[in-house]
């Protein structure tokens, strides 16, 4: 099946700001191929607002027919598991998995390399979808940690997209084909 340019087993980037619409463009295109939707999320609560926001976020995917897998780590491990033919994955997001291998104090590069490798090697295997948040269009981040996250998301990003079937940058909740 194709759907918009994702073929049965594609990969799709789907790039963009905070409140871009990106997630939104990227559940569409998931709920376009028909097949059953797996969503991956990776964010960890550290605060009340925030178990509140991933509480209501799943009770929504629910109603829509989404089955949630709750990942903040093991991301390569689960597309390695989870990827199949019958079910398109989204994995949401990127940005926030580097964040808790970095707040974990992971290896970045490595656990990067691993997700690259996962996804390669299970091409054809199912569609997935991948949102996460460019961080590095805007001004230099003035501390140490910072610069280091947006060294390390740009790094994934551009691993992912030269692996990518599509890439789609989501602005103001217009998508821009960057690739595909």
């Not at 700001?17 to 797996?38: C, I, M, P």
């Not at 054809?124 to 230099?140: A, F, K, R, Y």
Request: aromatic share 4%; charged share 25%.
């Amino acid at each position: 099946m194709t759907t918009r340019g994702l073929s049965s087993g594609g990969l799709c980037l789907v790039l963009g700001g905070a409140r871009s619409g990106k997630s939104a463009y990227a559940e569409r295109r998931a709920a376009e191929t028909g097949l059953d939707k797996v969503y991956v999320a990776t964010s960890e609560a550290y605060d009340e607002e925030m178990r509140e926001r991933i509480a209501r976020h799943k009770a929504m995917r629910a109603e829509a027919g989404w089955h949630t897998i709750e990942e903040p780590l093991a991301l390569a491990e689960t597309m390695a598991v989870e990827r199949g033919g019958d079910r398109v994955i989204l994995v949401d997001c990127l940005t926030l998995w580097v964040t808790n291998l970095m707040m974990a104090d992971r290896d970045v590069e490595a656990a990067a390399s691993g997700l690259v490798e996962a996804l390669s090697e299970t091409t054809g295997q199912g569609p997935v979808i991948l949102v996460s948040n460019e961080v590095g269009l805007g001004i230099v981040p003035d501390n140490a940690m910072a610069r280091a996250f947006r060294d390390q998301a740009g790094r994934l990003h551009q691993q992912i997209a030269s692996i990518a079937e599509e890439v789609v940058f989501v602005a103001a909740g217009l998508p821009l084909t960057l690739k595909g």
